[in-house]
Every structure is written in C-alpha cells, then in structure tokens.
C-alpha cells in the first residue's frame, strides 16, 4: 500500500496568482498522477509525473499552465499558473505500483480544494 | 483508447435494500477492473476490484461481477447503511498503467 500526503488540503487564491501542490508519499513509486475533480464530476487526468523526465501532458492541458516537477520516486509538485476562477476545483495526487509487486491499485491523496476568486 | 461509461449517476435506496451500479468498457486489454469510494473531502479509496480471469469476487457486503464478452462490470452493496452514502467510481486498466475513471455514481442510503 501507499499513504501518500497532500498539501494543502485547501487554499483560496487571487486570480493571477499561482498556487503549488506537494505530493509526498511514503514509498517509491514510478508512476504519480495529477487529477483535476470539477465539483460532482469524475476525475480528468491532468499529467503523468515522470521521475526524471518531463511530464506528460493529457490533451487539453499544457506545461505553461499546470508545470509539475518530480524530483525523486517519492515526491512530486504541480503547478497551477496564472489562476482564473475556471481553474477552481479539487486537485488529486495518485500512484500506482506502490509497494512490493506493483499492485494495479491506486492511491490517492486527500486533495486540495482549490478556489480562486 | 479505453471509455468507460458507469450508470446510475445518482442512486436512493432505503437503509437494508440492494444497491447496483453498471458500468461497460471498450478496450478488450483491459485486465483489471477496480471499484473506488469516495467520501466527503476525501481521495478515492479501492473498495473491491477484479482480473479479467475472474467471474465474481466478494468482500463482505460488496461483490463485484465481470462479463468479459460483454464488457460489462457491477458492483452489488447487500444490506446498504447510512455509511455507504459516498461517490463511487468503476474504473479499467488496459494493461500499463493509467486507469481510466467512469462517471461516478452517487449513493443515497436512507435511514
């Protein structure tokens, strides 16, 4: 299993600001994912966090706009720049593979509700 | 790639009844089919999941079944409680990594 800690849990933000989350988990993993959840909505793959490599970018969303940075196998930031309040949502870091085996499993963060004003 | 479409979006059932929830998939290298509760303010947390070699499998109250042939994959809650009240989201992995989310389904338990 993976217990992986966000934060924060929560920010309100001034449009045109920028606001970095930090995904720290508690085991090595390879592959850690960033998730945009619109309030009642499903989650929408942002990128996937490559240690030592640039991220990959789902259609839709941009470098510019969501940088993230990893770092090592354990830890991982995204980004949200230059905010508007369409940007407002939850923000969810996730692994798979954690532990011995790989496991298929997910394991998410908490999330951070992120509202911009 | 891979579509996954979950049904209901919202379902109400009295405390003690059944509750279902369907989902299909497209892609047939899908191999493992995870089922996630999400509460309140909280991540997504794996409640049950199943393999492609698999037909059924059960926890408890919750059991997961798998058609292959048709694509299809459910959830079954027996004897609901107030505590089941939550999100829950089908998901598919067509092998790799990157699971793909359904919709989300969200549950009402009436006490």
């Known amino acids: 299993s993976a217990v992986i800690s966000q934060k924060p849990s929560r920010d309100i933000c001034q449009r045109g600001t920028s606001l970095t989350i930090q995904c720290q988990v508690d085991?090595?993993?390879?592959?850690m994912f960033w998730y945009r959840q619109q309030p009642g909505q499903s989650l929408t793959l942002i990128a996937t966090a490559n240690q030592g490599s640039e991220a990959t970018y789902e259609s839709g969303f941009v470098i510019d706009k969501f940088p993230i940075s990893r770092p090592n196998l354990t830890f991982s930031t995204l980004t949200v720049s230059n905010m508007s309040p369409e940007d407002s949502s939850i923000y969810l870091c996730?692994?798979?593979?954690?532990?011995?085996?790989?496991?298929?499993?997910?394991?998410f963060g908490q999330g951070t509700r992120l509202t911009v004003v | 790639g891979e579509n996954v479409e979950q049904h209901p979006s919202t379902l109400s059932v009295q405390e003690g009844d059944s509750a279902v929830i369907k989902c299909t998939y497209s892609d047939s290298a899908s191999n493992y089919f995870p089922w996630y509760k999400q509460e309140l303010g909280k991540g997504p947390q794996l409640i049950i999941d199943?393999?492609?070699?698999?037909g059924e499998k059960k926890d408890q109250r919750i059991a997961v079944t798998l058609n292959k042939t048709a694509k299809h994959f459910s959830l079954h809650i027996t004897e609901t409680q107030p505590e089941d009240s939550a999100v829950y989201f089908c998901a598919a992995l067509p092998g790799g990594f990157k699971t793909i989310f359904g919709a989300g389904t969200r549950l009402f338990v009436k006490a």
């Open positions: 199943i393999r492609s070699n698999v």
């Open positions: 085991s090595q993993v390879t592959m």
């Open positions: 996730s692994v798979e593979g954690a532990g011995t085996g790989g496991t298929d499993e997910a394991f």
